[in-house]
């Protein structure tokens, strides 16, 4: 094989790789690659989970206009049988590559009325269709158009679209593998947080009953009590109350993925200065705090301000010790999907363990000098992951802590007003 196709096959390698947790995104780059490399048209077909039909994943065409076209006719074509005598069907049966030079006119002359505007499109003078294989079994095919006589296509060709057949079929083999993983753990993290709204929601009762006659206790019999009583008693309704807390927090955690998205766009900059502005009311402090203006996104309006305020909360709470304490919150669209940015100058942590910040009631700091339960940023979490998005931590000891979320895909993000 020459060595620029071999440079391809990397290439088309690491494009695979880079989009493996990202099923559809992943089909939409083996078509757009596979039509770059090889042809003017390419079809993703694969294999239905019945075994039993084919259906086109994904497409790509060179002329933007004729694209549009494609995909309008291409969109109202049936399912096709997997035992069915076209020529994809065979293909994907016997896992034998077919090719071969073509008339358009004839083409559309021979199709049916509901396939000659998507045939018309396609403008082919040549074809090749090669099968997906993973793990040995064929899942699909890649079908191949050149619409310019005299392209017809070689041996070679035929090679490098079975090389790249074989990158696309082991990536999206790795795909279906990630999609079942993620389903299997929102499915063990529902059961999960069902079970823990309903132990909270049983434990409740008895609680209020273990609140209820200890303040009782307190109030008719308290002066009677030795001090060690009294310590006691105070003890017990302080873990009481401690419990209550956190019965509420795991209710609130529970009901963040029950609760239904209202997405729309929301001035998430003007949310964040109403925030600040509680904080510098309910907890007055010299902290210096910029936003920056005109972002706007796509979110539930109630459960981004949730998320938004535990991170200035947890900013305005761990800068406390800090002289010139600075909290800022921002867009990155260097990344995709772009990001929304909350750091601080506070206290920080360990980079090392950066990432267990996000789970429940797990703290890095005494609790006598920065109280709280350590739930707020796994509800944070939740929110964010709700939203179908992902978050990340970045910190050092004393260094302070960066808080970088995105909610969903890219187009989530709207231009700032600046």
């Not at 942590?349 to 609790?367: I, Q």
Request: glycine share 6%.
């Amino acid at each position: 094989m020459a060595p620029g196709r071999m440079q391809s096959l990397a290439e088309v390698s690491h494009a695979f790789a880079a989009t493996t947790t990202n099923y559809q995104l992943l089909l939409a780059k083996v078509a757009r690659v596979t039509c770059d490399l090889v042809g003017d048209v390419c079809l993703v077909t694969l294999v239905h989970a019945d075994g039993e039909h084919l259906v086109n994943a994904a497409s790509a065409h060179r002329d933007p206009a004729a694209a549009e076209v494609y995909l309008a006719h291409e969109r109202q074509l049936p399912v096709v049988s997997a035992r069915s005598t076209s020529i994809t069907a065979q293909v994907i049966a016997t896992g034998k590559v077919v090719s071969g030079d073509v008339d358009p006119a004839e083409l559309v002359r021979r199709a049916s009325p509901a396939l000659k505007p998507i045939v018309a499109a396609i403008n082919a003078y040549s074809f090749a269709i090669v099968p997906i294989r993973a793990h040995g079994a064929v899942i699909g095919s890649l079908t191949l158009y050149r619409n310019e006589p005299g392209r017809s296509y070689t041996e070679e060709d035929l090679q490098f679209l079975r090389d790249i057949a074989d990158r696309a079929g082991l990536a999206i083999d790795n795909a279906r593998l990630y999609v079942d993983l993620e389903g299997r753990v929102r499915q063990r993290t529902a059961e999960l947080e069902m079970f823990s709204a309903a132990v909270a929601h049983d434990l409740r009762a008895p609680l209020r009953s273990l609140m209820a006659f200890s303040d009782a206790l307190h109030e008719d019999a308290g002066a009677e009590l030795s001090a060690t009583g009294r310590s006691h008693l105070e003890r017990i309704r302080g873990a009481a109350a401690r419990m209550h807390e956190i019965l509420d927090a795991l209710l609130q955690l529970a009901r963040i993925t029950a609760t239904e998205l209202r997405p729309t766009h929301v001035d998430v900059s003007a949310l964040a200065d109403g925030i600040v502005a509680r904080l510098r009311e309910e907890q007055p402090r010299d902290v210096e705090v910029h936003v920056e203006p005109g972002i706007d996104v796509v979110a539930d309006r109630k459960l981004l301000e949730l998320a938004l305020t535990n991170l200035f909360t947890n900013a305005w709470k761990f800068t406390r010790m800090t002289a010139s304490a600075r909290i800022a919150f921002s867009i990155d669209r260097t990344t995709v999907p772009a990001e929304l940015v909350v750091e601080d100058n506070g206290v920080g942590l360990p980079f090392d363990r950066a990432e267990g910040l996000f789970r429940p009631f797990y703290r890095f700091h005494d609790p006598e000098t920065f109280e709280g339960l350590g739930i707020g940023l796994a509800i944070v979490r939740q929110v964010v992951e709700h939203h179908g998005g992902t978050i990340r931590a970045e910190a050092s000891a004393g260094g302070g802590a960066t808080f970088r979320f995105a909610l969903a895909q890219a187009r989530a993000f709207v231009q700032t007003s600046v």
